[in-house]
T-cell receptor, first 114, second 114 residues
Framework: AQSVAQPEDQVNVAEGNPLTVKCTYSVSGNPYLFWYVQYPNRGLQFLLKYITGDNLVKGSYGFEAEFNKSQTSFHLKKPSALVSDSALYFCAVRDGLGNTPLVFGKGTRLSVIA | SQTIHQWPATLVQPVGSPLSLECTVEGTSNPNLYWYRQAAGRGLQLLFYSVGIGQISSEVPQNLSASRPQDRQFILSSKKLLLSDSGFYLC?????????????FGPGTRLTVL
């Protein structure tokens, strides 16, 4: 069975500092990994995904994520946080064996403090 | 380009009343469609998904049901709402061709059951 863990409910970071939101996964086959962001009372917005190839994936709004197969992780990163990055972030995984719904983590709330 | 619509945006209903939420997708054909519920701004709970007209998979047994009367229309219903049905309901779609396809979310419907 597929699963995703986001070990931190809340991450606080000062504006201008680098940020990391952690995600680990478990799948039986090759993983497809995704990051989404949600602002209050809005739907989820797709940020980036890993399918295959380069382990460092770049996405929207300056975010990037690094796929680490040995650690089964896919952490979201940004070199310099903005106050406007404050939101709820979701990691998701789909087992490469089939076209099934994404399995989402429980979310991490990011607060960027000015 | 593709767009996804949900309505209504907000809904306040009494306990025991019926429910009908609608989701439509434009600009694509034969999408996979999904209904999620989000409680208290946290994790997503997959309720139903559909890979084609009339094909519905239920992930959680409850008093909700889903239907897909047309290729790009997905409806979430209930005959009698419970207080516990309150939440933020999100519809999503994805292309059906590959496990690496991301899901695109609608703007959501905020349901309050009183």
């Amino acid at each position: 069975a597929q699963s995703v863990a986001q070990p931190e409910d809340q991450v606080n970071v000062a504006e201008g500092n680098p940020l990391t939101v952690k995600c680990t996964y478990s799948v039986s086959g090759n993983p497809y990994l995704f990051w989404y962001v949600q602002y209050p009372n809005r739907g989820l917005q797709f940020l980036l995904k890993y399918i295959t190839g380069d382990n460092l994936v770049k996405g929207s709004y300056g975010f990037e994520a690094e796929f680490n197969k040995s650690q089964t992780s896919f952490h979201l990163k940004k070199p310099s946080a903005l106050v406007s990055d404050s939101a709820l972030y979701f990691c998701a995984v789909r087992d490469g064996l089939g076209n099934t719904p994404l399995v989402f983590g429980k979310g991490t709330r990011l607060s960027v403090i000015a | 380009s593709q767009t996804i619509h949900q309505w209504p945006a907000t809904l306040v209903q009494p306990v025991g009343s019926p429910l009908s939420l609608e989701c439509t997708v434009e600009g694509t054909s034969n999408p996979n469609l999904y209904w999620y519920r989000q409680a208290a701004g946290r994790g997503l709970q997959l309720l139903f998904y559909s890979v084609g007209i009339g094909q519905i998979s239920s992930e959680v047994p409850q008093n909700l049901s889903a239907s897909r009367p047309q290729d790009r229309q997905f409806i979430l219903s209930s005959k009698k709402l419970l207080l516990s049905d309150s939440g933020f309901y999100l519809c999503a779609w994805s292309r059906s061709t590959s496990g690496g396809n991301e899901q695109f979310f609608g703007p959501g419907t905020r349901l309050t059951v009183l």
